[in-house]
């Protein structure tokens, strides 16, 4: 799964990745303190097209219907790309709800020493990553719902299954840009998700500190991404 991620650069940066001749007076400003350790629940930055024009919002990590709403029901953080296309839950934003949640990196955890200890994964290079979302929000509508976002997840493969058996559906900019684009017809933004994800090999892991472990907004500093020594 992905349960926390890190959002520390600006929206023009990971605008400019995504398309490098992006004007950028149009980007400048509307940047919220950068987050070494976004939590659900929180605004997050997304990216999404409309018009054949890039976009960003702040949107709340996690969804849920009216009815789990009432309920007081935990919202979903995450959808498997396996069902959320077929599965009546997110079809509907599969069909015209596809943003990009870009970052540096993300968290999972393992068990250490019976405590939970986070790990901190990023590119090999120094380029940002691109998920794949979803959300029900839509610009310039007015919505009397919740509004929220997830992330697109698979199954890990190979190393990184030592890590967690799901991971973030993470893509190119070339492959982020079609995703996320409107008339893009569903069965292809099902195949990119499906098979254009960024293979295990691009990517790093490290053990950080089990501060991570709290989800407070306070709790919020470059040196929780720093490599820590393994205890055993």
């Known amino acids: 799964m992905c349960g926390r991620i890190a959002q520390s650069e600006s929206r023009q940066y990971y605008a400019r990745r995504l398309l490098p001749d992006l004007l950028e007076r149009e980007w400048a400003g509307g940047d919220t303190i950068p987050q070494y350790n976004l939590s659900p629940g929180r605004p997050a930055l997304l990216l999404h097209m409309l018009d054949g024009k890039l976009h960003s919002d702040y949107v709340t990590w996690g969804y849920r219907t009216p009815n789990e709403a009432a309920a007081k029901r935990k919202p979903w953080i995450n959808a498997r790309i396996e069902k959320a296309l077929t599965g009546r839950y997110f079809r509907h934003m599969f069909r015209q709800g596809r943003v990009i949640v870009p970052g540096g990196g ?4 393992t068990f250490e020493d019976g405590k939970k200890q986070p790990w901190y994964i990023s590119r090999k290079t120094n380029e940002p990553i691109f998920m794949a979302g979803l959300t029900n929000f839509q610009l310039y509508a007015q919505q009397e719902v919740e509004v929220g976002l997830v992330i697109v997840t698979e199954d890990s493969e190979r190393g990184m299954v030592d890590i967690h058996d799901r991971r973030p ?23 990119i998700a499906q098979s254009r994800s960024l293979a295990t090999e691009e990517f790093q892991w490290w053990r950080v500190t089990r501060g991570v472990n709290r989800p407070d907004p306070a709790n919020n500093e470059p040196a929780l991404l720093d490599p820590i020594e393994s205890t055993g």
Not at 106 to 109: G, V
Not at 169 to 191: C, G, I, N
Request: net charge negative.
């Open 106 to 109: 993300w968290f999972e955890w």
């Open 169 to 191: 559906v993470v893509l190119e900019s070339q492959d982020a840009l079609r995703w996320m684009d409107p008339e893009t017809p569903v069965e292809e933004a099902a195949h």
